[in-house]
């Protein structure tokens, strides 16, 4: 993988959380990750053009709980299944667009799919090209790539 | 400004755009929020509206068709249209701005970033 393409990604995570929620993001590790074992949503979103290429996130629920009562200024408790599946969506989407912004030349336009929300599975270790583990104040997040990394 | 129409496909990002625009001054603004272009051009034609703010990438009609409607429409061209988007680099923000956009924004936004971009419009 790029260290360019690294580099983005982790800014591009950074940026939105902060940005959108002040919550400050890290560098985390696989066995955190493998641990936490909190209840999980998942979203992806494809990129269509200039190369195909899918990004899924898995949120814990705990997080986006957080993200609901900063973002609507209302008790984790009351924010429904919808809104925080709208939130991590929404999060994917401004994330994906941050690293194809900072990846692509700035002639070289794009293309990205809705986010959708994925059915909770495992992914096929050997279609992921890249991976990234990052702590969000305290809780962990698993940023997936599958596809044509970007040189 | 009276009137802005906000058009995302999240109600997240809605919430957010009016959280910041409220922010920078127009907590008295009456905000509409639309879910997608369609809905969002329905909306500029019930009432006369200051601001479009929409998003690119929506189900039903994305943001650039809904752009190029405004903009063909002598009753709606003359409306500034913002768009906030995770999916715009250089050469999008120039083709954009081509077609007729006030400005266009990266998300994620913040209010100073809105403050900078609206401050034509609002000394006007």
Not at chain 1, 11 to 35: C, I, R, S
Not at chain 1, 105 to 110: H, K, L, S, W
Not at chain 2, 73 to 95: D, H
Request: proline share 6%.
């Amino acid at each position: 993988m790029s260290d360019q393409f690294n580099q983005a990604v982790f800014d591009a995570v950074a940026e939105t959380f902060e940005n959108m929620t002040f919550l400050e993001v890290a560098p985390g590790q696989k066995d955190q990750w493998d641990a936490q074992g909190a209840e999980v949503i998942c979203v992806s979103l494809l990129i269509n053009n200039p190369f195909p290429g899918e990004f899924k996130l898995r949120v814990p629920v705990p997080l986006a709980q957080q993200m609901a009562e900063i973002l609507y200024a209302m008790p984790a408790e009351e924010s429904s299944q919808t809104m925080l599946h709208d939130i991590t969506a929404e999060v994917l989407n401004t994330v994906a667009g941050r690293v194809m912004t900072e990846v692509l030349p700035e002639d070289q336009t794009y293309q990205l799919g809705l986010p959708e929300i994925d059915p909770l599975e495992n992914i096929v270790s050997d279609e992921i090209s890249a991976e990234w583990f990052l702590q969000v104040d305290e809780n962990l997040i698993a940023l997936y790539y599958l596809g044509e990394i970007p040189a | 400004m009276k009137r802005i129409v906000i058009a995302d496909d999240s109600e997240t990002a809605r919430m957010f755009i009016r959280r910041c625009l409220e922010i920078v001054g127009l907590q008295d603004t009456e905000f509409v929020e639309a879910e997608n272009g369609k809905v969002a051009l329905a909306h500029l034609k019930e009432a006369d509206t200051d601001l479009l703010v929409t998003d690119l990438n929506m189900p039903v009609m994305d943001g650039e068709v809904l752009l190029k409607w405004v903009k063909a429409n002598p009753r709606l061209t003359v409306i500034p249209v913002l768009i906030i988007t995770s999916a715009a680099n250089e050469a999008k923000i120039q083709e954009l701005k081509r077609l007729g956009a006030y400005e266009v924004l990266n998300k994620p936004i913040s209010p100073a970033k809105l403050v900078q971009a609206l401050a034509p419009l609002r000394n006007n």
